[in-house]
């Protein structure tokens, strides 16, 4: 299977973001901090090598940046002292700019039963 590239698209998340995503060498200690890893579908460095790679339509079938809190707990961990959790951001920005919407609030049931800081970091990303 063959992937379209899509360099922009690297781009754009690094003037978003500020940072760097080659500077990641995918150690994993980003996913090992994350307190929401287990409901990703993919860890947080697999879709920095994505970016890399432009594989923008691979990291949008992953839920990994829409489950990101931005709670900063991988970016205060970062042996290379990335911004991962603003990297995350750039990509939902740049997707959400598509006017993609991967967020469903309707669909949850019972909202007092999330973690507060999954509720405000999905109203963050929803009130932009």
Do not use: H, Y
Request: charge should be negative; aromatic fraction near 4%; charged fraction near 30%.
């Amino acid at each position: 299977m063959k992937v379209k590239r899509d360099l922009e698209f690297l781009e754009k998340v690094e003037e978003l973001s500020g940072e760097s995503v080659n500077a990641c060498i995918r150690c994993g200690t980003c996913s090992a901090g994350c307190p929401f890893v287990e409901e990703m579908d993919v860890l947080p460095e697999r879709i920095f090598k994505r970016i890399v790679l432009g594989d923008r339509e691979g990291i949008m079938k992953n839920n990994t940046m829409w489950i990101c809190a931005a709670c900063f707990t991988c970016s205060v961990r970062c042996p290379r002292d990335i911004d991962i959790a603003k990297i995350m951001e750039a990509v939902r920005l740049t997707l959400l700019r598509e006017d993609i919407d991967m967020v469903d609030l309707d669909g949850l049931d019972n909202i007092e039963e999330l973690p507060q800081l999954a509720v405000v970091g999905c109203f963050r990303k929803e009130t932009g």
